[in-house]
């Protein structure tokens, strides 16, 4: 009777229990009842607290599975030069879509005279003629028109819309969009005349693009650095939903985690304004040598940008470049691990959109794929498996099984079951969880509370009048100096009586004097020091009562400036306490 329930209405039994013994309940109960047939949870949930979740509505599973599956695509270059027979190597991974550019002034050398047959349109037809889609970018500048700089004149703006006009022509259902602009919110963008209210002639400039070609191919606007939700608040004010078919974002991060909660940001931004559009994550990547890591975030951000609602994603890039030599599928025409991760991630998005499955622990990421496939990462625990086949992000075969941070693909089976994890909490994946809290903290020791903050780049928990104060899920900035310091805080309150081991590192560039951090376990400092460079800290332990907060405090040594740092800290059960792994 109590399995069956569990099976049936496992939300109603954990009501019944305190919150922070949940988790160890269900599993208890799972771990009696055999292996279960895990469940698609009723929504997508981002566990973000309430207070700071406040507005946020997240896309429910009947919403998701309505939507089309994920295009995942590749970045090309045949816009900078690249040889045709690149190609190729998009068709060896399955890449349904590419991203490049017809440059405006490459097809329209002299007013009104387009020539799109330039050795750059001659790949992208091959392109159109192997079956690929193109997903093109295109600055609004010219030099023929407004001398050169982003076209903002009633004329400027109508020769643009002109152009792409051509390209719609040109490429026809072979072009699913057109991205007018890239990462507006970085420095060398919207270059506009002085005088020009920058974010209103954009605006103006995609209602032109919209009055010419709106319907026969998606307008892309915004284009931002990282998921700019706050930079994107300010085009949507001004109207630019109304023009475009969807938003691109490039989520450029180190760690997947959090994605899902700056999606339902964004989500949530455009809901205010009134309008929801797709979004579109028309960058993303990881700059790094280690092929298993940046094959295993492929996996896993993309799965998370699938299940939030993304409409296509684009891996930056299709080969390693000369000043992006670590991003590509490819080291010159050699596959690299990321390469075979891409081509598993094609197969798990033909089988549908994603759902996180609801297992209670925020520290257990579960994605459903189908009817029987399902990609898992989380805090190390063990795993059981009835039937089925297990496989590593880059497809190669997983024997003993086990969860840990490195994501697996399990195909062929739902008879799934999850040990506990020594985990109890996690700065990187509780990030934007009830397991922290987040503050500002003054030299007077007063604090407050900190709301999820929509900035210029990325969302982090901040609040405009601490700048530049943020916490994101690995790294923060703190501000003021010594005499007067902004420090942010981190804040695990326990529910129960808790025997934690603390494990942490922290690392910075060697640009001013430093970060001061300490650790406190109701209210007592366990240790202080100064990050200057690396740091692990040394073993630490604390006996929480209920009640009880485990602070993490970071503030400046004693000058402004270069106050920003990585981080992570891990509490763990009493006597599972270990050495924790910095992320940069």
């Given amino acids: 009777m109590v399995c069956r329930a569990l099976m049936n209405s496992p939300r109603k039994i954990a009501a019944q229990v305190r919150p922070t013994l949940r988790i160890a309940v269900l599993l208890a109960l799972l771990a009696a009842c055999g292996p279960v047939q895990l469940r698609r949870t009723a929504e997508i949930a981002s566990p973000i607290g309430t207070a700071q979740a406040a507005g946020t509505r997240t896309l429910g599973a009947a919403e998701i599975a309505q939507l089309p599956p994920m295009l995942l695509g590749v970045q090309t270059h045949f816009s900078q030069g690249w040889p045709l027979s690149t190609l190729a190597l998009s068709q060896q991974v399955s890449a349904p879509i590419l991203r490049d550019s017809l440059p405006w002034a490459e097809g329209e050398r002299t007013r009104g005279n387009y020539n799109l047959n330039t050795p750059t349109g001659q790949a992208l037809g091959a392109a159109c003629a192997n079956g690929q889609r193109l997903l093109l970018t295109v600055t609004p500048a010219n030099p023929l028109y407004d001398s050169g700089q982003w076209v903002s004149s009633t004329a400027g703006n109508a020769a643009f819309a002109s152009y792409l006009s051509a390209l719609a022509d040109r490429f026809g259902s072979c072009l699913a969009a057109i991205e007018v602009g890239n990462e507006l919110n970085g420095s060398g963008t919207l270059v506009y005349p002085a005088g020009v209210t920058r974010p209103a002639a954009y605006v103006a400039t995609l209602a032109a693009v919209h009055a010419r070609i709106g319907g026969r191919t998606a307008i892309l606007g915004g284009s931002t650095n990282m998921i700019g939700t706050g930079f994107l608040k300010t085009l949507f004010a001004l109207g630019m939903l109304d023009e475009v078919d969807g938003i691109a974002v490039h989520p450029y991060r180190s760690r997947a985690e959090g994605l899902d909660v700056e999606l339902a940001q964004l989500n949530a931004a455009m809901d205010a304004a009134g309008r929801r559009v797709p979004i579109w994550a028309s960058e993303f990547s990881l700059d790094t040598r280690n092929q298993p890591v940046a094959a295993e975030e492929l996996i896993k951000q993309a799965t998370m940008l699938a299940a939030g609602g993304a409409a296509q994603a684009s891996w930056y890039a299709l080969i390693d470049q000369r000043w992006y030599p670590n991003m590509g599928l490819y080291a010159g025409s050699a596959p690299k691990l990321q390469a075979s991760a891409f081509r598993q991630m094609q197969q798990l998005l033909a089988l549908g959109r994603p759902q996180r499955l609801d297992l209670g622990d925020p520290l257990l990421f579960a994605y459903r794929f189908g009817a029987d496939t399902t990609v898992v990462w989380g805090a190390p625990r063990a795993l059981s498996i009835e039937g089925g086949v297990v496989s590593d992000a880059a497809g190669a075969s997983v024997s003993a099984a086990r969860v840990s941070e490195s994501p697996l693909v399990i195909s062929g089976t739902t008879a799934i079951r999850f040990g506990r994890t020594n985990w109890i909490a996690d700065t990187l994946m509780g990030w934007g969880t009830p397991q922290w809290r987040y503050a500002v903290r003054m030299k007077s020791e007063t604090s407050y509370t900190l709301p ?114 990585n981080l992570r800290l891990v509490l763990f059960q009493r006597g599972a306490g270990e050495p924790v792994a910095c992320v940069n």
């Fill in 452 to 565: 999820l903050f929509d900035d210029q780049f990325t969302s982090y928990f901040g609040d405009r009048w601490y700048r530049p104060l943020r916490i994101n899920t690995t790294s923060a900035g703190v501000g003021g100096t010594g005499a007067a310091p902004l420090r942010a805080v981190w804040r695990h309150v326990a529910p129960v009586a808790e025997a934690v081991d603390i494990g942490g590192c922290f690392s910075k560039t060697a640009i001013g004097d430093g970060v001061d951090l300490t650790v406190m376990a109701a209210g007592k400092v366990l240790w202080r020091g100064v990050v200057t460079g690396q740091l692990q800290l040394p073993p630490l332990s604390a006996d929480l009562a209920p009640g009880d907060a485990l602070e993490l405090v970071a503030g400046p040594n004693q000058t402004t400036g270069g106050d920003s740092f």
